[in-house]
């Protein structure tokens, strides 16, 4: 059973950092696609950083430059570091995996990931 389990979240005032972790149980994160997610309240859930098999990384434009996706596959655990927090960045985090060995995209789509988190919640105060 693939279980993702995230920590890290917090309250952090404007230009803050974060780390958080995705602990992964039942899935080997060396071979495919791992992602980054955030849902604002009342928006949609949006794709933030992604890595594949090889350490490609993709990010979205909003946070390109402020936030770094990384991994250890021995490990099993992805990471996402966030500088330069804003309060846009507010929302609850969620770590995904998929099934997609290469992964470089523009736009980092749910669809392509098939195992979710419960989510850690990210609060960045003015």
């Known amino acids: 059973q693939v279980q993702l389990v995230e920590s890290g979240g917090g309250s952090v005032q404007t230009g803050g950092s974060l780390r958080l972790s995705c602990a992964v149980y039942g899935y080997s994160i060396s071979n495919y696609n791992m992602g980054w997610f955030r849902q604002a309240p009342e928006k949609e859930r949006e794709g933030v950083a992604s890595?594949?098999?090889?350490?490609?990384?993709s990010y979205a434009d909003s946070v390109n430059g402020r936030f770094t996706i990384s991994k250890d596959n021995a490990q099993y655990t992805l990471y996402l570091e966030m500088n330069n927090l804003k309060p846009e960045d507010t929302g609850v985090y969620y770590c995904?995996?998929?099934?997609?060995?290469?992964?470089?995209?523009?736009?980092?789509?749910?669809?392509?990931?098939?195992?979710w988190g419960q989510g850690t919640q990210v609060t960045v105060s003015p």
């Open positions: 890595i594949d098999s090889a350490g490609r990384t």
């Open positions: 995904a995996a998929g099934r997609l060995p290469v992964y470089i995209t523009r736009t980092i789509e749910s669809s392509d990931f098939n195992y």
